[in-house]
């Protein structure tokens, strides 16, 4: 009998979908452009049809639009066209209320693939990795693809390949650029235009911030605990041990699961409801927004979720993580010399503890929040690693403009020229 292995028997089937989908792509172009030659002929075409798009946003949920906010506020504050596609039909960014916005529902999975495939624009942006290796491809019509990175942490823990087909990367900062350039030099894969504008959803959450105005937390410490989601996941690894220890303390404990967790992992989530169900202090959060469930704590408890430097950035208090080995079968730092940058800076955020430690994590956490000189560390390395704070949205809009306007000139036509004059201070 033939025997196929699951590594082996997951890559056939993967094989044989991309078929399936490339073929779907070939059938749905060929319709499309039947379609723009039967209505072009009769002098019918629709506005869809006939329109070539200078900037095109596509999001694959509405958990992106914090990141794609503050970069079409801009370009709408410049007077400057686009256009926004989703994948999410409760996605907040199909309500803008601007007529230079254009928003559209493409539907999800192989409809959303089919309708990217024969997209036509000068530039597209787009947060979703994996352009020509996963399932969305290159469109003929799309003269340049851009990758917004949306997160400050370093590109080792995203897929294998996730950025190396873009044209261009808007970046949060050097540590970034350094794993990137180091993975076209190992791959030999074309070198891409690379921008340190900054992470654009931090101008919403500071601007959130503002308005919140979070009054000092006093009292007994309210811990934030917000892990990752997979093997890599604190919950994953300890489960109740984590929380057990702070909230026989009496301290509030507020417990964010990762989004993903709520799908992925739903039947621990369940387990560790029911098995700590009896405590008044713990506070379960899901809110979309994690704004406020941070300003309420004087700690975080995580590990290598994107959180932690939202949470000490923003507010500028230590994060308690734990020290263990890395999984990175299939990640792009498997790739590269060194650990991802956010494993390297750990120590200077916060503390960092062994497995075998989380026992005794009330007092590593009251030592903590000790320290005078924790504040005076994380300004340092956010000045150093994340540019533009709290503006990078100006810094966006002049790249993508100025990717825009180079194909301008290349087609004889004038650049455009923006109403509002853009400068970062």
């Known amino acids: 009998m033939l025997y196929i292995d699951p590594g082996t028997g997951s890559m056939l089937i993967a094989g044989l979908l991309g078929i399936l989908a490339t073929i779907l792509f070939f059938l749905k ?28 946003f596509y999001s694959e949920g509405r958990q992106y639009w914090s990141t794609f906010r503050p970069l079409i506020d801009e ?64 469109s003929k019509g ?28 808007l970046l949060s900062g050097d540590h970034q650029s350094r794993s990137l350039r180091k993975l076209e030099e190992l791959r030999g894969t074309p070198r891409k235009h690379l921008s340190k504008v900054g992470c654009l959803y931090y101008d919403v959450m500071q601007r959130q911030l503002n308005e919140l105005d979070p009054a000092p937390v006093t009292g007994s410490p309210t811990v934030l605990v917000a892990p990752t989601w997979g093997e890599n996941g604190l ?17 509030k404990v507020i417990l964010r699961p990762h989004p993903q967790s709520h799908t992925s992992e739903k039947d621990m989530l369940d387990r560790l409801r029911e098995e700590l169900r009896h405590y008044p202090n713990l506070l379960w959060n899901s809110d979309n927004d994690g704004t406020q469930a941070m300003a309420r704590a004087n700690v975080m408890v995580s590990d290598i979720s994107g959180v932690v430097f939202d949470f000490v950035f923003l507010f500028e208090r230590p994060v308690i993580t734990l020290r263990y080995d890395l999984n990175k079968i299939g990640l792009e730092v498997s790739d590269l010399p060194w650990d991802p ?28 929040l000790a320290k005078s000189d924790r504040r005076e560390k994380i300004r340092q390395l956010r000045d150093e690693s994340v540019a533009n704070f709290g503006h990078a949205a100006i810094a966006a809009a002049d790249e993508l403009m100025r990717i825009r306007d180079e194909f301008r000139i290349k087609q004889g036509a004038q650049p455009v020229q923006s109403k509002i004059p853009t400068t970062i201070t």
């Open 29 to 56: 172009g060929l319709y499309y452009k039947s379609r723009r030659l039967a209505l072009g002929f009769v002098g019918a075409t629709t506005k869809d049809d006939q329109t070539k798009h200078q900037l095109v």
């Open 75 to 138: 370009l709408v504050r410049r007077n400057e066209r686009c256009l926004y596609l989703t994948s999410d039909e409760r996605d907040p960014g199909l309500l803008y209320p601007s007529e230079l916005l254009s928003t559209r529902y493409i539907g999800a999975g192989i409809k959303a693939y089919a309708h990217l495939a024969i997209l036509e624009a000068d530039v597209c942006a787009m947060t979703t990795p994996g352009l020509d290796v996963l399932q969305i491809k290159r």
């Open 142 to 169: 799309v003269k340049h693809y851009t990758h917004l990175i949306h997160a400050p942490t370093d590109v080792g823990t995203y897929k294998q390949y996730s950025f190396d087909y873009f044209d261009s990367i």
């Open 235 to 251: 919950l994953q690894r300890c489960g109740s041990r984590i929380l057990l220890p702070l909230l026989k303390r009496q301290w």
């Open 341 to 368: 940058w956010e494993l390297s800076v750990l120590d200077t955020i916060g503390t960092r503890i062994e497995e075998d430690e989380v026992d005794g994590l009330p007092s590593v956490i009251e030592r903590e």
